[in-house]
């Protein structure tokens, strides 16, 4: 998993905007980058819910916000258009992100493990390094939680 100060690594993914999206093209301005496990599922709704309702106030400070999943481009765009999102949702359907991040891990439910994203957030400064992270992420408030870090940068 990364941590402050280490240098967020690169990646171009498709996203719902249209075309793909390559972090390192955004820079000088700072980006949030959240993981997040699934599309519709309750926490990743409340999520993205929650990141977009205060997407204005993320272009205030100056900084753009991806959501990433290893969902298909076509599944994060009936998501999007399901429940209004606003954030630029990416695809990382062969999960070469997910890993490079360090959010591909062995996870449990129910006595039985399996291989997911785990949810977590980062903010990418605009020379290309993490900022502030959140590896294991609480939805409730995360998005405003994050907003304020970014302002106090």
């Known amino acids: 998993m990364l941590s ?5 690594p690169d990646f171009t993914l498709p996203a719902t905007s249209g075309g793909t999206v390559t972090l390192s093209d955004l820079r000088p301005a700072p980006v949030v980058v959240f993981f997040y496990p ?7 709704t409340t999520e993205n819910k929650d990141f977009s ?3 204005d106030d993320f272009k205030a400070a100056g900084a753009s916000v991806l959501g990433i999943s290893k969902d298909s ?3 994060h765009g009936k998501f999007r258009d399901k429940h209004e999102l606003t954030v630029d949702l990416l695809s990382d359907e062969d999960g070469d992100t997910c890993e490079s991040w360090g959010v591909w891990k062995e996870k449990s439910m129910y006595g039985k493990t399996f291989l997911g994203i785990q ?3 980062f903010i990418v400064d605009g020379e290309g390094r993490i900022a502030a992270a959140w590896t294991k992420v609480k939805v409730a408030d995360h998005a405003r939680q994050v907003l304020e870090a970014l302002r106090a940068l």
């Open 53 to 55: 309702a205060l997407s």
């Open 119 to 121: 949810r977590a957030t």
């Open 4 to 8: 402050i100060g280490d240098t967020a």
């Open 73 to 75: 481009i076509a599944k």
């Open 38 to 44: 699934r599309d519709d599922t309750p926490g990743c």
